[in-house]
């Protein structure tokens, strides 16, 4: 094989790879961003379980919807269950009594940590 020609090859071959894992980093870089927001959101709130408080952190609709945009239908399905789970489970942990404190319903709180648990596996970082 001439050498100009194998050179040119390699040189080819070298750039396309170099673009293939380029734009893997790219992608891998934007979903990190994006998941980062959620995990820390998540993050506080199992703090702040721990601690007896419940915080306003909660996982936004839109925050989840940016992730959903990059992942693939089937992932993309199962975060959107992970998340209307977190969600019911937060809106039926309990509610404020009459003094203004917040009272979790039996079993609710635990049911809570479970589900944020669940969503932290879902939402790793890459």
């Known amino acids: 094989m001439n050498p100009v ?5 390699g040189v ?3 750039a396309l790879l170099g673009h293939w ?3 893997g980093r790219d992608k891998r870089k934007e979903y990190n961003d994006r998941v980062e927001i959620i995990r820390k959101m998540l993050l506080i709130e ?3 379980l721990k601690n007896g408080d ?3 952190n909660v996982v936004k609709d839109d925050d989840v919807l940016n992730l959903q945009v990059l992942l693939s239908e089937r992932s993309a399905s ?9 969600i019911s489970a937060y809106e039926n942990a309990g509610d404020y009594n009459d003094d203004g404190m917040y009272e979790f319903n039996p079993g609710a ?4 940590e479970r589900v944020i648990d669940l969503y ?6 890459k």
């Open 5 to 9: 020609l194998s050179g040119l090859l």
């Open 12 to 14: 080819l071959v070298g």
């Open 21 to 23: 894992f380029a734009l």
């Open 46 to 48: 199992k703090n702040n």
């Open 54 to 56: 419940v915080g306003s």
């Open 78 to 86: 199962k975060l959107s269950k992970v998340h209307s789970d977190y």
């Open 109 to 112: 709180k635990r049911n809570l």
């Open 120 to 125: 932290l596996k879902h939402a790793k970082i």
